[in-house]
């Protein structure tokens, strides 16, 4: 019997938060399938980068200073530990994939003259956005956006982003966070992206992407259709799907605002109230360290709802009883959410949630954005045109459309399916 041969490893570089581990984890399980082996799911080692900046740091910096301070001190530290991989296992290293954000791995691909690629776990859409900002000025804009006017002048032809929904807001001082897109969309030496989305989502923004870089654009997505890992950094609360067994088709609306969102107590009652009006059940993620519900509020949501501080998300999703799903927007809800064919509410907390908000109310039209309704009689106004409404049938509908073209796209044969196969064959050939 012939020794099967080794697998070639790709070492993953992902952002150290939920959103980021999850998505980069799929793909390492859908590359260790076509043949190499990710940096137990047995195949994958985990190697921890010795801290260069501490994560306390974020309160003193804000989130863009602090990402910006971590990759100039994270350089010195990956460089050592990809010197240690190749002295302990041989050069065996077919490349390094690193989250665009975790951009200072690129320089230890170049000192070690390994292949590196890109990967962006936001919609293609924010990726353009980022290009577009990297390129403005932060003190010329501020001035230019008061001009109504330019605010919904069409963004380089991509209808129907205007330049007021540049996703800038939550994130700091403009000229930081401008800094910072700079260093997003740099390419240095890398020879291609991965971006997490399907064209039959993002034709256009890919098009558009694909010749601003002038590399290969590769939309794998959605990875947790290609390849499901559990990857979850917080304990699931499994007891929520005996409970939604029991609950009438597409009755319940889903509300979960991601790992990171945290909101005040006033909004959480005013939500609670409103959710009890509409007189449907509904499954509700409140973290633990967010603000609990009062005792007589927790008392009165009981009647109608369930509560978990954590949700087996995409379980929940396709579920028969779910009939839509209040959302914070973040990208990876966003997918799971089209796939099972789900429709949203929209609830958007920064500046990349509110662009897939926008997407998701007037472009695929499949859900609807609360805009200053946040009060107990918008919200049972909410979730009434989303579960009950002839309204919400149709985003329904469209939603399902949707999820038979994305199912289409990562079977054998679709784009999505061609993309990781390319992939596959680029890293063959590095």
């Not at 989502?201 to 959605?222: A, D, H, M």
């Not at 099972?340 to 954005?369: D, H, T």
């Not at 946040?374 to 049972?380: L, T």
Request: charged fraction near 25%; include cysteine.
């Amino acid at each position: 019997m012939k020794k099967r041969a080794e697998k070639r490893r790709i070492v993953l570089v992902p952002l150290p938060l939920q959103g980021h581990i999850t998505p980069m984890m799929q793909l390492g399980q859908a590359l260790n399938l076509k043949g190499f082996s990710s940096h137990n799911f047995p195949d994958f080692e985990f190697v921890t980068i010795p801290e260069s900046l501490p994560v306390s740091e974020i309160e003193a910096f804000g989130p863009v200073e602090f990402l910006i301070k971590l990759n100039e001190t994270s350089e010195a530290n990956f460089k050592n530990c990809i010197a240690q991989l190749l002295l302990q296992q041989g050069n065996d290293i077919a490349c390094i994939i690193y989250d665009d954000l975790m951009y200072f791995s690129e320089a230890a691909a170049k000192e070690f003259k390994l292949p590196s690629i890109i990967f962006s776990t936001t919609s293609v859409t924010h990726k353009v956005c980022c290009c577009v900002l990297s390129k403005l000025n932060a003190s010329k804009f501020l001035i230019d956006m008061e001009d109504h006017e330019l605010q919904n002048k069409v963004v380089e032809n991509l209808y129907p982003l205007s330049y007021k929904d540049l996703p800038t807001s939550g994130f700091g001082p403009l000229e930081l966070y401008l800094e910072l897109c700079k260093e997003v969309v740099n390419k240095r030496t890398a020879s291609a992206v991965i971006i997490n989305t399907t064209s039959c989502l993002e034709s256009s923004s890919l098009s558009w992407l694909q010749q601003e870089f002038k590399i290969p654009v590769y939309p794998l997505g959605p990875l947790h259709i290609t390849a499901s890992v559990p990857s979850s950094l917080l304990e699931e609360d499994r007891s929520c799907i005996e409970w939604l067994n029991k609950q009438k088709p597409r009755s319940v609306i889903y509300i979960s605002f991601g790992s990171l969102a945290l909101m005040e107590t006033k909004e959480v009652v005013e939500m609670a109230w409103g959710l009890y009006d509409s007189n449907q059940p509904f499954l509700w993620v409140i973290r633990s360290g967010s603000e609990s519900l009062p005792e007589e509020i927790s008392k009165m949501v009981s009647e109608k709802g369930y509560i978990v501080k954590w949700a087996p998300q995409q379980e929940v999703l396709e579920h028969r009883a779910v009939g839509g799903f209040w959302s914070h927007c973040g990208w990876n809800s966003t997918l799971e959410s089209i796939v099972e064919g789900v429709p949203m509410i929209c609830r958007p907390f920064n500046g990349e949630q509110k662009l897939n908000a926008m997407y998701i109310e007037s472009v695929w039209r499949i859900g609807i954005q609360l805009k200053g309704e946040e009060e107990r009689g918008g919200v049972k106004r909410a979730v009434k045109r989303l579960i009950v409404e002839e309204e919400g049938a149709c985003m329904r509908e469209r939603a399902h459309g949707l999820r038979e073209k994305i199912k289409a796209s990562v079977r054998c044969g679709g784009a999505s399916y061609n993309a990781l196969d390319e992939l596959v064959k680029f890293l063959n050939t590095e």
